[in-house]
């Protein structure tokens, strides 16, 4: 096959993806990668048609990276059996049970964040405290609290890089696979007196591993994207002063502020699909069984749907139509979690830190392939 995407290397994607996605988007929405070995959907309303339709465009596939890296579950699975994997965990995370749960413990847990940083003059946010605050937020929705934030980290940072291995065409690592192997004791050991997990065991319907490999998935998603997302607002906020001053002046910009940076850099830049048969789609054809990548990075800056899509602007009135949390029946089921927390964090984090700014000389650009973030946020204050 050949197109508009045949000279696209990795490094064009992991690094500045955003031109070489808004070409293709323009002239070939649906190309052929040869680096995937697959197609990459860059259009919105094609996006969102794949991700919709789970029949012709499944997750259920054993070239699933994350389902190599931790086996079946809600994420990897389609149909019955996806709902099977997935109704369990979905009350607990509707939007009332999150905002009783989480409202008040998330901004005292972001404050004494902040407090902790504020004496100096300098820390890396992300590290200080998107990191330490995803993590605490899922240890306390899993019941985990026994476990340590570095040591859940480590977790995680194993995992993600396993299935990012994967998902480039390589092996799951042995690491990745120690990870979830640790991860695998903690959650049979707390499953008795979790009251999220608890109750998943009684009603009998998935097997002890079917429920750590979903709570793999759980814990993993809410890190990634609460992590991601949170450093992601802050390095928008501190690369646009003129904004941060916007939100320290108005806390009713902060929400915005959360969507338009998940809008711009979505802590997922593609989800996977397999077609289960022919279909054409935006003139291309699609083979039974070939791999579909939906990139929410492009569908995100579509300007058919954003007005000068590149623009950071926390007034964009429709940036809550962004695709970050996904479509269809795979849609992220920690998104109100999600909000929660970062909107925490941003706010602890301008309140508790005046004068903050950029620390320019240790600014580093947001990068990844498949999770995009920037690997620190340096900021000063004071």
């Known amino acids: 096959m050949t197109?508009?995407?045949?000279?696209?290397?990795?490094?064009?994607?992991?690094?500045?993806?955003?031109?070489?996605?808004?070409?293709?988007?323009?002239?070939?929405?649906?190309?052929?990668?040869?680096?995937?070995?697959?197609?990459?959907?860059?259009?919105?309303?094609?996006?969102?048609?794949?991700?919709?339709?789970?029949?012709?465009?499944?997750?259920?596939d054993p070239r699933f990276s994350t389902a190599q890296v931790i086996g079946p579950s809600m994420l990897s699975l389609d149909g019955s059996e996806h709902q099977r994997h997935r109704e369990p965990f979905v009350d607990p995370f509707r939007s009332g049970p999150v905002r009783a749960r989480f409202s008040e413990w998330t901004r005292q847990r972001a404050d004494g964040l902040v407090a902790e940083i504020a004496p100096g003059e300098s820390a890396d946010l992300r590290a200080s405290i998107?990191?330490?605050?995803?993590?605490?937020?899922?240890?306390?929705?899993?019941?985990?609290?026994?476990?340590?934030?570095?040591?859940?980290?480590?977790?995680?940072?194993?995992?993600v890089a396993a299935v990012d291995a994967v998902t480039a065409g390589g092996e799951v690592p042995e690491t990745g696979r120690t990870a979830f192997e640790a991860l695998r004791s903690a959650v049979a050991a707390s499953i008795a007196d979790s009251a999220l997990l608890a109750p998943v065991r009684a009603a009998g319907t998935l097997t002890e591993d079917e429920i750590v490999s979903n709570v793999a998935v759980l814990l993993f998603g809410g890190i990634v994207t609460s992590e991601s997302t949170t450093a992601t607002v802050f390095w928008y906020l501190l690369h646009h002063p003129e904004q941060l001053r916007e939100v320290e002046a108005d806390r009713s910009l902060v929400a915005n502020a959360v969507e338009e940076a998940m809008r711009l850099e979505p802590a997922a830049a593609v989800v996977d699909r397999y077609a289960t048969r022919p279909v054409e789609l935006a003139g291309a054809s699609i083979g039974e069984g070939d791999l579909v990548r939906v990139s929410l990075a492009a569908a995100n800056r579509d300007p058919a749907v954003f007005l000068d899509p590149d623009r950071f602007d926390l007034r964009r009135k429709n940036a809550q139509q962004h695709l970050a949390f996904a479509r269809g029946p795979h849609a992220c089921l920690g998104i109100h979690l999600a909000r929660l927390e970062v909107a925490a964090a941003l706010e602890a984090l301008v309140d508790g830190l005046p004068g903050l700014r950029l620390d320019s000389d240790r600014a580093s650009p947001v990068e990844g392939l498949i999770f995009r973030a920037p690997p620190s946020v340096w900021a000063r204050w004071g």
């Open 130 to 159: 998107a990191a330490p605050l995803s993590v605490d937020v899922m240890n306390h929705a899993l019941d985990l609290e026994g476990v340590g934030v570095a040591e859940v980290l480590g977790w995680y940072q194993e995992i």
């Open 3 to 60: 197109g508009e995407g045949g000279s696209i290397t990795l490094g064009d994607l992991a690094a500045d993806p955003h031109p070489v996605l808004a070409r293709l988007r323009r002239r070939q929405p649906v190309s052929w990668l040869p680096v995937f070995n697959g197609w990459l959907v860059t259009r919105r309303d094609e996006c969102i048609t794949v991700m919709r339709d789970a029949e012709t465009f499944t997750v259920d």
